[in-house]
Each structure stands twice: as structure tokens, then as C-alpha cells.
């Protein structure tokens, strides 16, 4: 069972991306998927989250009404729209329950100002 993330790169402020993250599709209906994301010196952070099936998705303050997750059958998306140099981290995919807890490799995102 692995998490594969791709999509990150540089972008200017006000500019946007797009993360996908690659999962085994049963993990989507039986885990919490989320994105967080670690910047230099810092915690990480939890940036989005979905539950089980899909029914309910949870936002960090700092991004809601910017980044929308959302996904398919066998991936997970985390579109980033109006990105600030603040939003400039590593950032994770996480697939977690009572029984498991695993990482993608991590993908960086950087937004010049």
C-alpha cells in the first residue's frame, strides 16, 4: 500500500496548482485522506481532509474558499487557487485509521511573491 503524490512546482502569488495524490481505491472508503503540508521550522499541518466515502470534507482556516480537495475512483486532488507565498511548504498526502497510517513522499510547492 503506497501514497504517490505529483503536481507540485513554483508559482507566482495568485496563481494555482493542482496536487494529485495516487491511492489503492480501497483506502478511500475505509481511512481519513488527507493533505498536510510542512514548511521550514514549522509543525506540519493538516490542510484537508475528507472521511470515509467521501461524505464530509474539513479545511484548514488558512486555506478554505482557496483549496478545494476533492477525488476519484483510485486519486485524490487538492486544487490550490489564489496561492500566497505563505502557502509555500512540502505537502503530504496522508491515508489514516485505527489500523494503518501512512505518507506519500511528499511533493514541494513553492509561491514566489
Known amino acids: 500500500v503506497q501514497l504517490v503524490e505529483s503536481g507540485g512546482g513554483l508559482v507566482q502569488a495568485g496563481g494555482s496548482l493542482r496536487l494529485s495524490c495516487a491511492a489503492s481505491?480501497?483506502?478511500?472508503?475505509?481511512?481519513?485522506m488527507g493533505w498536510y503540508r510542512q514548511a521550514p521550522g514549522n509543525m506540519r499541518e493538516l490542510v484537508a481532509s475528507i472521511t470515509p466515502g467521501g461524505g464530509s470534507t474539513n479545511y484548514a482556516v488558512s486555506v478554505k474558499g482557496r483549496f478545494t480537495l476533492s477525488r476519484d475512483k483510485n486519486t485524490m486532488y487538492l486544487q490550490m487557487n489564489n496561492l500566497k507565498p505563505e502557502d509555500t511548504a512540502v505537502y503530504y498526502c496522508n491515508a489514516k485509521a485505527a489500523w494503518i497510517d501512512i505518507w506519500g513522499q511528499g511533493t514541494q510547492v513553492t509561491v514566489s511573491s
Open positions: 481505491g480501497s483506502l478511500f472508503s475505509t481511512t481519513v
